[in-house]
């Protein structure tokens, strides 16, 4: 599960409108609390082509430095319930969130309340109650009791399958004959804040974003949209092809600039337009660092993408 950039969760928002019908209605409980459940991950969460707490060793720190546009900061977070404290994400689990400053990478909120920090400093910064969504009476809908797990009660956290993957709901109504779950993110609507401490100030690895045919020209995409794209994902290093929607004859789909995608296609898909066709060149500490992905992804691989 991932919030970030945009005021939703990931799983719980990923369809505007669910009908019953369009989902392989297979449940499953979930364990853990709601707060364990959107603690999955707040900025950069571990779904495909993700990256969060990844410090790039091409950074360099700036002695003496203050945060301000155009550098990379790595931060310590806690993202804290303000009505009763509870810690519902924190990089003591995930790792320190490392982003560009003034690059829309996240929300205006920490953009703004980090410039002018120095290594060492620590703040508070309101995130409002839209962090998590606002909440959707269409995201609230009726099942057959018999199609939940028995032991399911009032408040449990069901696991189904989407239209489009894993999604989670709440369970908020239990009749002998169906059952009522609402799929929005738990902590929809709940105010939340954000403490965090700067780890380092330096200066940001640099992608290319090479275009191959234009677009509009006028339609680039902002935090929190929903894309649609056909990629080919190859090794810099020689070529080797690791994965391809084109292949598949299936266009993937995400939300930009919540870190479900590494942080090189947050930040050059950014760039380009509606219809353009581009070559992202991504180094490694932009994709997947020392890690790697799996068979197919080496230690600090360089990528190439065509988009």
């Known amino acids: 599960l991932c919030v970030a950039v945009v005021a939703c969760g990931t799983h719980f928002l990923l369809q505007v ?28 969460a571990g779904a ?8 790039s060793s091409a ?30 994400d924190s990089s003591d689990a995930t790792g320190p969130l490392v982003f560009v400053c003034g690059e829309k990478e996240v929300f205006p909120a920490i953009d703004s309340g980090v410039v002018g ?15 998590f969504g606002k909440g959707d009476k269409g995201k609230v809908m009726e099942f057959p009791r018999d199609e ?23 369970l908020v109504k239990l009749t002998d004959t169906m059952a009522t779950l609402d799929m929005n993110h738990p902590l929809a609507g709940v ?35 929903k894309l649609t794209m056909h990629y080919t994902g190859t090794l810099a290093a020689n070529g080797n092809k690791f994965d391809s929607s084109r292949d598949r004859d ?33 180094p490694s500490s932009m994709g997947y660092g020392a890690r790697g992905a799996g068979e197919d992804i080496p230690p600090d691989a360089d990528l190439v993408f065509d988009v």
């Open 250 to 282: 299936q266009p993937f789909q995400f939300t930009i600039g919540v870190g479900q995608v590494i942080k090189g296609w947050d930040v050059g898909v950014m760039k380009m337009s509606l219809g353009e066709r581009a070559i992202l060149k991504i």
């Open 59 to 88: 950074v360099a720190a700036v002695a003496g430095g203050v945060v301000a546009e155009g550098v990379e900061v790595a931060l310590d977070f806690a993202v804290i319930r303000d009505d009763t404290g509870e810690v519902v």
């Open 117 to 131: 920090m120095a290594v060492g400093d620590k703040k508070t910064i309101p995130m409002g109650t839209n962090l």
């Open 48 to 55: 495909p082509l993700a990256r969060r707490g990844a410090r």
């Open 191 to 225: 105010a939340v804040s954000m403490t965090v401490t700067v780890l380092s100030i330096g200066a940001p690895a640099q992608m290319d974003v090479e275009t191959v045919s234009p677009g509009d020209g006028a339609t680039f995409p902002e935090t929190g949209d």
């Open 17 to 44: 409108a669910l009908s019953p019908k369009a989902m392989q209605r297979t449940f499953a409980l979930a364990r853990g609390s709601a707060s364990a459940v959107a603690s999955s991950s707040f900025l950069r």
């Open 148 to 170: 939940l797990p028995e032991d399911a009660e009032v408040g449990a956290e069901l696991e189904l399958e989407g239209p489009q993957g894993p999604m989670m709901a709440t």
